[in-house]
């Protein structure tokens, strides 16, 4: 946890640290969960102006959160005094493991913004962690959600099951790279649909080591933890882990500096004499590596990898719990580099905002397991299920991954020009709406500091943006794929201008 001299901070991100408002200098607060010295400190909250609510334009009631103004403003200080009150609530009643980037409580989202519950109309760079591409509220999804609702809310598909689930499995099998036979299985969360695609692999190969590889992360269960590669925050104090997961490097072209038949060839060489493939059931990948920091593999090495993967028996087994639904500009990203995974995990975008994921994959794999050997009480919901066919349906009619396109060019574009006259960007890479800047110091190296110098004055001026990264200095952008081009160009602003001051 990061500590100042101004007083410890209570509020963490998982990825961060700490959030970029927190250890600002103001008011001391005790946690009201701890004795002794122990202090919280937020700003003290201030109104920007005082007009009456009524007059302030982002505080207006609309019809649908998507008729929320596409604009940015603060209203009070980052936190409000309404989200500062709700935060001391969150401190009394939530660990703070569950950690928090922004103190500010949300109450509407729409397009590109979150409206708090101040009336601060922030830009919204996170998408709930690469969640609401479709826009949050999406006119389609809640229509199909208000309808689902009114029918039936539950009924456990291993008991009564229902048309929904199996609409959403036959478009996962359309639509994921492939045109061989498919079935798909539906689970809540992206660590459990990771969970199962190992035992589905272990079961079908009757073998049981897994490959995952360097700035890896698949999760914070048991099994997910020991896929995922960085130690803190996620495994920390957590072990022992789950057995026969091992690790092998991935392609880091920024950092490695190898071609992807080079970066190939060594992680080849280090699973054919460390593990073996007599006993080797899958190799697990992020396409892009996204916690890990947004790592675009080099050419050539996924495909190389998959290619490995069949020559020996090995389940390829692909993660696109964050790059899947458009989110890269494809509906997939393995369909840029032209793999077909025998195995696809997908979550996060599937169903705007709802809880669901899945399993999609070779149908003499899915069926591998035993009746009652997949499954679960809430999996496949039917009410998540009808938002996933909505989503699905918004993705494909409204050309997102086009519109992810538009977003990369425009951001990709300003953010390379700004490199050029400022050595600390190392490195700007991303596909689609999934950017990264990687920030480095005089030598080159990782400038974890710097990163958070800078994501903390773009909170402070309104804007949602998120960092990875196994060095913890790289900023992620993953904007909703409804959010306007010119509210995006001024996060952008924002963005850089904190950068320029940081």
């Given at each position: 946890?990061?500590?100042?001299?101004?007083?410890?901070?209570?509020?963490?991100?998982?990825?961060?640290g700490?959030?970029?408002?927190?250890?600002?200098?103001?008011?001391?607060?005790?946690?009201?969960?701890?004795?002794?010295?122990?202090?919280v400190?937020?700003?003290?909250?201030?109104?920007?102006?005082?007009?009456?609510?009524?007059?302030?334009?982002?505080?207006?009631?609309?019809?649908?959160?998507?008729?929320?103004?596409?604009?940015?403003?603060l209203?009070?200080?980052?936190?409000?005094?309404?989200?500062?009150?709700?935060?001391?609530?969150?401190?009394?009643?939530?660990p703070?493991?569950?950690?928090?980037?922004?103190?500010?409580?949300?109450?509407?989202?729409?397009?590109?913004?979150?409206?708090?519950?101040?009336?601060?109309s922030?830009?919204?760079?996170?998408?709930?962690?690469?969640?609401?591409?479709?826009?949050?509220?999406?006119?389609?999804?809640?229509?199909?959600?208000?309808?689902?609702?009114?029918?039936?809310?539950?009924?456990?598909?291993?008991?009564?099951?229902?048309?929904?689930?199996?609409?959403?499995?036959?478009?996962?099998?359309?639509?994921?790279?492939?045109?061989?036979?498919?079935?798909?299985?539906?689970?809540?969360?992206?660590?459990?649909?990771?969970?199962?695609?190992?035992?589905?692999?272990?079961?079908?190969?009757?073998?049981?080591?897994?490959?995952?590889?360097?700035?890896?992360?698949?999760?914070?269960?048991?099994?997910?933890?020991?896929?995922?590669?960085?130690?803190?925050?996620?495994?920390?104090?957590?072990?022992?882990f789950?057995p026969?997961?091992?690790?092998?490097?991935a392609?880091?072209?920024?950092?490695?500096?190898?071609?992807?038949?080079?970066?190939?060839?060594?992680?080849?060489?280090?699973?054919?004499?460390?593990?073996?493939?007599?006993?080797?059931?899958?190799?697990?990948?992020?396409?892009?590596?996204?916690?890990?920091?947004?790592?675009?593999?080099?050419?050539?090495?996924?495909?190389?990898?998959?290619?490995?993967?069949?020559?020996?028996?090995?389940?390829?087994?692909a993660?696109?719990?964050?790059?899947g639904?458009?989110?890269?500009?494809?509906m997939?990203?393995?369909?840029?580099?032209?793999?077909?995974?025998?195995?696809?995990?997908?979550?996060?975008?599937?169903?705007?905002?709802?809880?669901?994921?899945?399993?999609?994959?070779?149908?003499e794999?899915?069926d591998?397991?035993?009746?009652?050997?997949?499954?679960?009480?809430?999996?496949?919901?039917?009410?998540?299920?009808?938002?996933a066919?909505?989503?699905?349906?918004?993705?494909?009619?409204?050309?997102?991954?086009?519109?992810?396109?538009?977003?990369?060019?425009?951001?990709?574009?300003?953010?390379?020009?700004?490199?050029?006259?400022d050595?600390?960007?190392?490195?700007?890479?991303?596909?689609?709406?999934?950017?990264?800047?990687?920030?480095?110091?005089?030598?080159?190296?990782?400038?974890?500091?710097?990163?958070?110098?800078?994501?903390?004055?773009?909170?402070?001026?309104?804007?949602?943006?998120?960092?990875?990264?196994?060095?913890?200095?790289?900023?992620?952008?993953?904007?909703?794929?409804?959010?306007?081009?010119?509210?995006?160009?001024?996060?952008?602003?924002?963005?850089?201008?904190?950068?320029?001051?940081?």
């Amino acid at each position: 946890m990061t500590r100042r001299a101004s007083g410890r901070c209570a509020i963490r991100d998982p990825s961060v640290g700490c959030t970029p408002s927190c250890c600002h200098s103001g008011r001391s607060t005790p946690d009201p969960r701890r004795s002794g010295t122990a202090r919280v400190r937020w700003p003290t909250p201030t109104l920007a102006h005082t007009e009456p609510e009524g007059e302030r334009a982002v505080t207006t009631t609309p019809t649908s959160t998507t008729d929320l103004p596409q604009v940015r403003q603060l209203v009070t200080s980052i936190p409000g005094p309404r989200s500062y009150e709700l935060m001391r609530r969150k401190l009394a009643a939530v660990p703070t493991a569950v950690g928090t980037t922004m103190p500010v409580f949300a109450a509407r989202a729409g397009g590109g913004v979150v409206v708090d519950v101040d009336g601060n109309s922030l830009i919204d760079l996170g998408s709930g962690i690469a969640v609401t591409g479709v826009g949050n509220s999406a006119p389609r999804v809640v229509a199909a959600v208000t309808e689902q609702v009114a029918d039936f809310t539950h009924t456990c598909f291993m008991i009564t099951p229902y048309e929904q689930y199996v609409a959403v499995a036959e478009k996962l099998n359309a639509l994921t790279p492939g045109d061989h036979d498919k079935r798909t299985a539906l689970f809540n969360s992206g660590a459990e649909a990771v969970e199962n695609a190992v035992k589905i692999a272990r079961v079908a190969t009757g073998r049981t080591a897994v490959v995952a590889f360097d700035h890896a992360y698949h999760g914070r269960t048991s099994l997910t933890m020991a896929l995922t590669a960085k130690v803190k925050p996620y495994k920390d104090g957590f072990g022992p882990f789950s057995p026969e997961v091992y690790r092998t490097s991935a392609s880091y072209p920024y950092r490695d500096r190898l071609t992807g038949q080079e970066a190939l060839d060594r992680a080849i060489a280090q699973i054919t004499t460390q593990v073996g493939v007599a006993n080797l059931a899958a190799v697990i990948i992020e396409p892009i590596q996204g916690e890990g920091g947004f790592i675009v593999p080099a050419d050539g090495f996924l495909e190389g990898l998959v290619a490995w993967c069949r020559e020996n028996g090995v389940v390829f087994i692909a993660d696109e719990v964050q790059t899947g639904f458009a989110r890269t500009g494809a509906m997939f990203a393995s369909e840029h580099f032209g793999i077909v995974p025998d195995l696809v995990v997908t979550a996060k975008g599937i169903a705007g905002g709802l809880p669901l994921s899945a399993v999609t994959g070779r149908a003499e794999l899915m069926d591998a397991p035993g009746a009652g050997g997949l499954g679960g009480t809430y999996g496949g919901n039917p009410i998540a299920c009808a938002a996933a066919l909505a989503a699905i349906e918004t993705y494909e009619a409204d050309d997102l991954a086009g519109a992810a396109r538009a977003i990369e060019e425009l951001a990709v574009g300003r953010l390379r020009a700004a490199q050029e006259g400022d050595h600390r960007i190392g490195d700007v890479r991303g596909l689609g709406a999934m950017i990264a800047v990687e920030l480095v110091d005089d030598e080159g190296n990782p400038d974890a500091a710097l990163t958070q110098r800078v994501v903390r004055a773009a909170h402070a001026q309104g804007v949602i943006v998120l960092t990875c990264g196994t060095y913890g200095n790289v900023v992620r952008l993953l904007p909703p794929l409804t959010i306007p081009l010119e509210l995006l160009a001024e996060g952008l602003d924002v963005l850089l201008d904190a950068l320029a001051g940081a």
